[in-house]
């Protein structure tokens, strides 16, 4: 498992991916009312729903056990690779962009006026849930040092306690601890933002099309992956 610090690629990773989670959560939520990394979302909508006495939607209900199941065939799959010698590190950043490469052709081919019940719609979500699932496995499998790059609130409850472990702890190996930690953390949370907002305003202006970004910046991830200096 090689550490993000390794190369200046791996260094910028858990930013890009944040960038990717943040947009591709965002435009899926603004075209099919989905959250593909916040499946704590999903399970809040649903339970709206059920308490309300309304139907929920197929694809609320399928996100979390996909997500979960995402999550265990890629522990499944960094075990196979393991034990033949193999990184995991950029195959599962290619399976990422394979699945958000899915995800955006479904949606294109569908039309602009997809309806988020159909079948390929479904479909299409599933697969932005389990591209989610892929990056929530990689940075603790394949990235040692890695924040999270799809849960903002472990990132900012981290940050905030590592600050003020900065500002005013007296320990001086848990302040250089604190302070490091906060250096990986921080880019992963303003990564995220801007690509919640990068998200919204390429959804809003060319739909479900603007999930070109979250995949570009997927592709993007893999080549910095590739750099070995």
């Known amino acids: 498992m090689p550490s993000v610090d390794s190369t200046w690629g791996t260094r910028l990773l858990p930013t890009v991916l944040s960038l990717t989670a943040g947009s591709a959560d965002v435009i ?7 959250f593909n ?23 609320l209900l399928l996100s979390v056990p996909v997500f979960a199941a995402g ?15 193999v990184a995991t590190l950029r195959p599962f950043l290619v399976l990422q962009l394979v699945l958000l490469a899915g ?20 479909v299409a979500g599933m697969l932005g849930v389990l591209a989610m699932a892929v990056q929530n496995a990689l940075v603790q499998i394949s ?37 490091a930690r906060a250096i990986h953390t921080l880019p992963a949370i303003v990564g995220f933002t801007v690509g919640v907002a990068l998200g919204t305003a390429c959804e809003t202006a060319f739909g479900l099309l603007a999930l070109v970004l979250p995949t570009g910046l997927a592709l993007l991830a893999v080549a910095l992956a590739l750099v070995r200096a």
């Open 143 to 179: 990235l040692r040092d890695a924040p999270s790059t799809a849960v903002m609130t472990t990132n900012l409850t981290r940050f905030m306690m590592d600050l003020g472990e900065i500002l005013f702890g007296r320990d001086e190996v848990g302040v250089t601890t604190a302070r």
């Open 28 to 34: 899926s939520f603004l075209g099919l009312g989905l």
């Open 71 to 85: 999550l265990g065939v890629t522990r499944a799959l960094a075990a196979a690779l393991e034990a033949i010698g």
């Open 103 to 122: 995800f955006l052709l479904l949606c294109v081919t569908a039309g602009p006026r997809i309806d988020p019940s159909a079948p390929n719609a479904i």
């Open 37 to 59: 990394s916040h499946i704590t979302g999903n399970l809040v909508i649903l339970a709206a729903h059920l308490v309300n006495g309304e139907s929920a939607s197929v694809a």
